[in-house]
């Protein structure tokens, strides 16, 4: 069942057949109850031997259809539906057929609609319940046109009001049940929407949507052990200049713009392997990974003159953003603090310089 379940492109199947092999024992019970009815007297054995072949063959081939997997081409892969519908029609066999054992056979009805009141939303239910009412009451007409009149009569009809106002219950707490359920299943969505969203402010900055520098250091972590296996590895710093003279002169709402406007633009010059933290106040951090120095340097420039198409919004000169970057190649045997520190060197040689510039540490 294992391999089964391993090989089946639907998770789900274990399921279903679990499923499957509960309703199996419940038609078993069903089965061995016409049996002992039999030996009671109060049904024919050539009945309750067909009845039992009649339910074998279907729990056959429902297990055929599901271990196979040509149950997922249907619309509702679980067979439900057909399943209950096969039950009734079997079970109508033994009522009709059950003569005093006609209330048992109204109970294996019963049985066999629990499973529905279980797994089937509303408008589902009602349905299998209206087919289950007009099974019984089809027996009844086939009854009064034919073996029965009079007073036993009478009584059948009387059973299939009792059966209606039963199934008519049981289909009410069935449709109780299944609010509870989409209750239940609309909490779980909202509790798994929660915790990706917690999981996510956990790795994220909120401003820029870049990686916060807690989880940028794990990652990085890991990048070096790939690196020492023979692969390269890259880091840059960069800082946005005279950064807090627009928080100072324009706001902070402008200056919240500008890291936002700067963390798109350099987004978009990065591929999927490589990515971009937030690591301070206005500090960005790229990793590049498989990039040796040269290559990184070349990156860093091209979102150094990204950043100068980023306007200031309420700038009056004109004044455009400016970015200086330090370039550092992850060494054999250093650790990720010890990149960082050479990376960060760079970064403030290139403040140095005069700013606006990206500097590769040796």
């Given at each position: 069942?294992n391999e089964?379940?391993?090989a ?5 199947q274990?399921v ?15 089965v061995?109850l016409s049996?002992?009815?039999a ?12 009845y039992a ?5 279907l ?7 599901i ?13 439900t ?5 096969a039950a009734a ?8 057929h059950g ?11 019963l ?40 007073e036993?009569l009478?009584r059948?009809?009387f ?11 049981s289909?009410?707490?069935g449709c ?5 359920r989409?209750k239940l299943?609309?909490a ?13 402010l956990a790795r994220?900055d909120?401003?820029t ?14 990048e070096a ?10 880091l ?11 928080n ?5 709402g402008?200056?919240?713009k500008v ?10 010059m ?8 937030r690591?301070?106040?206005?500090e ?16 860093a ?7 100068e198409?980023i ?13 200086s970057?330090g370039?550092?190649?992850h060494?054999?045997g250093?650790?990720?603090d ?17 700013a ?5 540490a040796s």
């Amino acid at each position: 069942m294992n391999e089964f379940v391993n090989a089946t492109p639907d998770k789900n199947q274990r399921v279903r057949l679990q499923r499957l092999f509960l309703a199996a024992a419940a038609s078993a019970v069903a089965v061995v109850l016409s049996f002992l009815i039999a030996l009671a007297g109060y049904l024919p054995f050539e009945v309750a031997i067909r009845y039992a072949a009649m339910v074998f063959l279907l729990v056959g081939l429902f297990f055929a259809l599901i271990r196979t997997g040509l149950n997922l081409r249907f619309h509702d892969p679980s067979l439900t539906i057909p399943q209950m519908v096969a039950a009734a029609l079997a079970t109508s066999y033994l009522l009709y057929h059950g003569s005093a054992a006609r209330p048992a056979a109204v109970a294996v009805y019963l049985m066999a609609f629990m499973f529905g009141m279980f797994v089937l939303d509303r408008r589902r239910l009602i349905g299998i319940a209206l087919f289950y009412f007009a099974c019984h009451g089809g027996v009844v007409l086939l009854l009064a046109l034919g073996p029965i009149a009079g007073e036993d009569l009478r009584r059948e009809v009387f059973r299939l009001v009792f059966f209606g106002v039963m199934l008519a219950w049981s289909t009410a707490l069935g449709c109780h049940m299944g609010d509870l359920r989409k209750k239940l299943r609309e909490a779980n969505d909202e509790l798994a929407y929660a915790l990706a969203e917690a999981h996510n402010l956990a790795r994220r900055d909120s401003l820029t949507g870049c990686f916060n520098r807690r989880y940028a250091i794990e990652q990085l972590e890991i990048e070096a052990k790939r690196a020492a296996r023979g692969g390269a590895l890259a880091l840059c710093l960069a800082d946005l200049d005279a950064f807090k003279a627009i928080n100072d002169t324009l706001g902070h709402g402008v200056g919240d713009k500008v890291l936002r406007q700067f963390a798109d633009a350099a987004s978009s010059m990065l591929r999927p392997t490589d990515f971009i933290a937030r690591f301070g106040g206005e500090e960005f951090l790229f990793v590049f990974s498989g990039t040796d120095r040269d290559g990184a340097a070349a990156v860093a420039d091209r979102i150094r003159r990204a950043a100068e198409n980023i306007e200031i919004e309420g700038a009056s000169d004109g004044k455009r953003v400016t970015v200086s970057i330090g370039v550092a190649e992850h060494r054999k045997g250093n650790t990720i603090d010890d990149t960082l520190s050479r990376a960060d060197r760079a970064l403030y040689q290139a403040k140095r310089e005069g700013a606006n510039r990206v500097v590769a540490a040796s």
